[in-house]
C-alpha cells in the first residue's frame, strides 16, 4: 500500500487537486494498492505545512500544486514558497513533488488551464512512478523530459 | 475546542491583529468552541518566533499579520520575514497564515487601511475554515480566490 | 528576574552594544530583577551564533545589533545575516531583535551616529516592554511605530 | 568499504549519473571496497531529499547532478536546489557534491553535452578522493582547481 | 585547550589554508593549549557540512575561507554557501567565521592574492581571540574594523 497525498490551494485558477487525483487513479493498476488524500488551502506559501503534515502522517509522497501570479510579488511567494517545500522534505526524508505553474508562461487563460492540467497529470505520473516504478525513471535520466510544454530531449558529446 | 493565535505588529499603520479578533468573533458560532489570544510584537521579522512560540504552546493555527513599508529595505525584510514563517510552520507542523499588505499595493493611505482590514478578515475566515470546515476550501479549490482584492475567478480547459 | 542579552559587533562604527546596555539600565525600575550580558563578535553574519548561544543559555531575548556598510556585497551579507537571526530565533523559540542600520539610510556620518544611537535605544525598549510590560506593545499595535527615523503613525478605515 | 550515492534528473539532456557510475568505476583500485547507487529523479529540486534519505541510509557522500535551462525560472530553481543541498548536507553532516551545469555556459548543444560529462566525472574523481585519497585535495588546496573548463591556477603574494 | 578547525577550497587560487593555520600558530603564546585541524574541500558550497562535522567533532571555532569567482554564478554560489554556513553555525551552536574574498574586489591577482592573505590572517586572529582574548573584541566594540582592507574607524554622536 503507497499513500500519495496532493495539496493544492484556492488561489489557482484551475483545479489542479482534482487533476492530480485524476491521474493517480487512472494510472494505478488493479494489482496497485493507492490511498490517496487531498488537503486545500488557501495559498502557495500554506503548501509547505500542509505538505510536511501528510509526510509525518506517513504519506511516501506529496504532490504540491499551484499556480503563481504575474505580479512580482506573487514570484516572490513562489521563492518562499518553494523554498519551504525544500526543508519540509529535508526535514520530513520524503518527497514532495512541486508542481508551480506560472502564469506568465501561458500566452492567455485557455494555455494557462492547459498547462496547469498538463503538468499536474504529468507530475502525478511522476509521483506514481517514484512509489510503483522507479525503473521508468531511470530509463528517462538525462533525456530531457519536461512538464507541461514539449521535452527537450537527449543531446550526445560528439567523439 | 480549536486555539487560534493572532499576532501582529506596531510597525503596522493600521491595527490588523483587532480586525483579525473581530471576525474571528464573528464568524464563531454558538455551538463552536474557539480560544483566541493575541500577541503584538515591534515588526514584521519578529512575528516568526512569536507565532512559533504560540504553536508549541498547543495553538492550532496563528495568524502572522504584518504591513510591509515601500522602501526597498522593507521589502527585503518581508521577504527574510516570510522565510521565518515557512521555517516556523515546517518546524512546528502546523500552519501560520501569513497576512502581509504591501503599501505599494494601495494608492493611497485610505485604499492602503481598507485593504489591511479587508485582506485580515479574508484570512481570518481561511484560518476559521481551515479549523472548523475545511470542506468550505476544498469546494474552493482552484476559484481563483483572492484576500482584499476581487477574485480572479476559475478558468477551464476548452476541449 | 529576566535575562537580555547583547550581541554587536567590531565591524560598525559606533558603539551598539553600549547604547543598547546604557538603555536597559536606565529602564529598569528598582523592583525589576534584570540581567544584561553582552557578547562583542566581528561582523554582522556572527551575530546569528552568538544569540543562539545566549537563547541556550537561557536567556529571555537577545538584542542583535549590527552595522550594513554601503557595497552590494554588505547588504547580501545583511540578508545573509538577517536569515540566521531567523532561524536561531525560531529553534530557540525566543525572541532575537535585531537592531541593522544601514549606512545608506543616513546622509552623512554625523546622522549615521545618530541613528544608530537612537535605533538601539528604541530596540532597547521594545525589549524591555517585551519582557517586562508587553501591555505596552499591545496599546501600540497598528500605530505605525518606527526606531530611530520618526513613526509613520496611524490611518483609519473611511466608512 | 565506502558507500557512495548518485542522484540524477529526467530533466537533464545528458545522462550525468552515468558519467558519474563510470568515473567512480574507473577510479577504483581493485584494494578499495566502493557500493555505488544511483537514484533519478524528475528535476533538480527533487535532489535535496533523494541525497539526505541516501545519507540517512548510510552513504558516506552522494553526488547531485543536476542540468539548469536557460530561462530565467530555471536558474531561480536551481538557486532552491542548491539551498536544499545546503540544508540536507548540513541537517545529515555528510556531504553532498553538487554538480550543476548551466545551460548558458555552453555555446552550443555539443559544448553543453561534453561540459555535464567532464564536469560530473572531476566532480565523481572529488568524491573519490574525498572518501579514499583526502591528501589529493590537500595537495590542491588554493591551486585554482575548476571542474569542467580549464583550472584557473595559483595566484602568489609578490614580496 | 581549544580546537580550531580550518576548511578551504582547491577552487581558491590561494592557500588560504596555510595562511589561516600560519597565523594561529604565530599568535599562541607558550601557555595556551591549542589544537588545530585542517580539512580540504572543492568549492566553497562544501564548506558548511565540513565545518560542521568539525564542530559536531568538539571543535571550538572553525575559519571557512574560500574565493568567490567573478561570474555572476559564482556570486550566487556564494550566497548559498554563506547560508549554509548560518545554517551550521546556529544547527552546532558554536561560530564558523566565514573568511570570502570576492574576486572582484581586487584590481589584479597581485592584490588578490594579498586580499585573500591579508583577511585570511585577520580572520585567524579573530578567531583566536574569541577563544582566548573575548575582552579584546570587547575593546574593539564599534570601531569599524575591517579584516583586509583599512579599517573604517569609529564615528560618534554630536551633542
Known amino acids: 500500500m503507497k499513500r500519495i497525498g496532493v495539496v493544492d490551494t484556492t488561489f489557482a485558477r484551475f483545479d489542479m487537486g482534482a487533476a492530480a487525483v485524476g491521474q493517480l487513479k487512472r494510472l494505478k493498476k488493479a494489482s496497485e494498492k493507492m490511498r490517496v488524500k487531498r488537503v486545500v488551502v488557501p495559498g502557495i506559501k ?5 505538505a510536511k503534515v501528510l509526510l509525518d ?20 511567494c513562489a521563492f518562499v514558497a518553494d523554498l519551504g517545500l525544500q526543508q519540509a522534505q529535508v526535514l520530513a526524508g ?7 505553474v506560472y502564469e506568465r508562461e501561458a500566452r492567455d487563460e485557455q494555455q494557462l488551464a492547459w498547462l496547469m492540467e498538463r503538468r499536474t497529470e504529468e507530475h502525478a505520473t511522476n509521483a506514481y512512478n517514484l512509489l510503483y516504478h522507479p525503473d521508468v525513471l531511470l530509463r528517462q535520466a538525462g533525456t530531457g523530459q519536461r512538464q507541461g510544454f514539449p521535452d527537450a ?3 550526445r558529446v560528439k567523439r
Request: aromatic share 6%; with cysteine.
Open 94 to 100: 520524503r518527497p514532495i513533488l512541486g508542481v508551480f
Open 46 to 50: 500554506d503548501l509547505a505545512v500542509a
Open 57 to 76: 502522517e506517513g504519506f511516501d509522497i506529496v504532490l504540491a500544486c499551484g499556480m503563481v501570479g504575474s505580479e512580482p510579488i506573487d514570484e516572490q
Open 153 to 155: 530531449g537527449p543531446i
